[in-house]
């Protein structure tokens, strides 16, 4: 279990996280939705320790960092490392040893070269591998699905179930609200750093009527296309 509380984060001046409360289990996916800007990603940083804040994060480990696997938007790689190499590099922080690096290569990807002349999608299946491969308890995937094939997005969806299936906890961004509907247990609903919403699946028809409805019912009649 991680247990959010009362968790604040500014950028200078600027509040861009606000009194956020929130409880993730073992065994279950949640997804964040809100538009841009709405603070997904620094969130996902503060649990992950990639940023300092105000409020607290517990968790049943005793370092939650080194049990998390956090899949950023658009991963980073060092020149001169290839794919392999670097599932290694994950592997090892973790003393994690990978006897069969082709069983793991679920995405099918050239290991051999080097990761950052991979493509946008490859990119983030590398670092999706990588993270899988270091056998976390709680995964954070920020915006997984987008520029990722057709096929690898059936893939991650039931790579996703699988976790679950595993006790693990999963945490996903996304901007396809079907696609975390198909997939989640509970989806919280993100505005301006703060959760605004909080919506069981029961719920989640309503929660997307709700969605649309607001966003076209306030931007459709600025429109003045010619
Ligand atoms: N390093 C930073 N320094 C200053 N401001 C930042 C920094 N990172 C993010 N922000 C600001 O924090 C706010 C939340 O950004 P964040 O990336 O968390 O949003 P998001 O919900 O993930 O958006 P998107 O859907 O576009 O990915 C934005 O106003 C952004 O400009």
Redo the contacts with the bound molecule.
Sequence with gaps: MIKITNLSKF??K?Q?LNAIDLEFEKGKVYGIV??????????FRCISGLETYKGDIQSDFKKLKDHLGLLL?EPFFFSKITGKEYIQLLANARSIEITDMEKGNIFDLPLEQYASTYSTGMKKKLALTAILLQENKVFIL??PFNGVDIQSNLIISRIISKLKDLDKTVII?S?IFSTLAETCDEIFL?KD?EIIRKVKQADFNKLETEMKAFTIGNRIDMLDLK
């Design positions: 950028y200078g600027n861009v809100g538009e841009n800007g709405a603070g997904k990603t620094t969130l938007t920020d915006e961004s901007h993100m750093g």
